[in-house]
């Protein structure tokens, strides 16, 4: 048996920028030994942020994506299941679980579903529509996706702790390199501390 990490980028964040790297490595080191990394090959004329029907179907298409893109996946040969997502990714990875539930139900499958951890790099109000068990998350409270006061109340709903970076935008940076350095050790020691436990 093996240990899974699926990372879910953001439309505009892909996985080889700094915060879903370097978690990846984190997993690697905390025993995730298979990785799956999604792409989301599209892009939207519309403004994602203020357009809602641009921003709804960004949404569904990126649930869409993951749908096909993990068709097929013998989630039940695995020991454990990390989830590490991004932005419009924290929706999708969200959704993903909550459809899983759905098919490994224990009236409905024989089979049971290995536990499944989140790792929510700056989430989205939608992404807490969809209820998860294990998660932690971070924002910054300069977010221009995320109105930081409802994310903290939808977080604390679901009893998912989340990170506060002040002056850190929806890439948790700040634009000062030796703080979003600072900032980036931070978070990674509290991914490596949740995935200890």
Not at 76 to 83: A, E, G, N, S
Not at 133 to 147: E, H, L, P
Request: with cysteine; hydrophobic share 35%.
């Amino acid at each position: 048996m093996s240990n899974l990490v699926v990372v879910f980028p953001g439309i505009g964040y892909t996985s080889d920028r700094p915060l879903l790297y370097y978690a990846r490595k984190v997993a690697e080191k905390y025993g995730y030994d298979e990785c799956r990394i999604l792409e989301y090959n599209f892009s939207y004329k519309g403004d994602l942020r203020r357009d809602k029907e641009t921003y709804r179907r960004a949404c569904n298409r990126v649930c869409k994506s993951t749908d096909e893109s993990l068709a097929g996946t013998d989630w039940i040969k695995y020991d454990k299941i990390l989830f590490i997502s991004k932005s419009l990714g924290t929706i999708a990875a969200a959704s993903y679980e909550n459809g899983l539930k759905k098919i490994y139900n224990k009236e409905v499958s024989e089979y049971a579903l290995p536990p499944i951890k989140h790792i929510f790099f700056t989430p989205l109000e939608q992404t807490f529509k969809n209820p998860v068990q294990n998660a932690i998350g971070f924002i910054g409270t300069a977010d221009n996706w995320s109105k930081l006061d409802r994310i903290i109340r939808a977080a604390n709903k679901q009893y998912i702790p989340i990170s506060v970076y002040e002056r850190a935008n929806h890439s948790l940076e700040t634009g000062d390199m030796n703080e979003d350095l600072d900032n980036l050790k931070d978070i990674m020691a509290v991914c490596e501390g949740y995935l200890k436990s």
